[in-house]
Nanobody, 125 residues
Framework: QLQLVESGGGWMQPGGSLRLSCAAS????????IAWFRRAPGKEREGVSY????????SYANSAKGRFTISRNNAKTAVYLHMNSLKPEDTAIYYC??????????????????WGQGTQVTVSS
């Protein structure tokens, strides 16, 4: 059973930074494309960022461009989402997901069969 575990969420003031981590339980992430999604209060879940298995391709939602950076560690055991210049509208539950279907946009939820439980990010003063 593939399981993903997110960590690193919490409360941060506007303008601050957080780093979210996505780790695999019982397997490594070497061969998998991974994405971060988020669900803000009262809104649908949306794609935030994406990284290919090799790490050479990344994509970002417009809301994340210039502020967030997705990366993988050298051992391919974790995927990170570095979030800078946080805004109150970044408040959401953040999920990492493992892509199992290809073709079409990375930000479509039906491309992913494995999801973590989510980690809460709250940005407020």
């Amino acid at each position: 059973q593939l399981q993903l575990v997110e960590s690193g969420g919490g409360w941060m003031q506007p303008g601050g930074s957080l780093r979210l981590s996505c780790a695999a339980s019982g397997f490594t992430l070497d061969y998998y494309d991974i994405a971060w999604f988020r669900r803000a209060p009262g809104k649908e879940r949306e794609g935030v960022s994406y990284i290919s298995s090799s790490g050479d391709r990344t994509s970002y939602a417009n809301s994340a461009k210039g502020r967030f950076t997705i990366s993988r560690n050298n051992a391919k055991t974790a995927v990170y989402l570095h979030m800078n210049s946080l805004k109150p509208e970044d408040t959401a539950i953040y999920y990492c997901a493992l892509r199992t279907r290809f073709g079409g946009s990375w930000s479509l939820e039906d491309k992913y069969d494995y999801w973590g439980q989510g980690t809460q990010v709250t940005v407020s003063s």
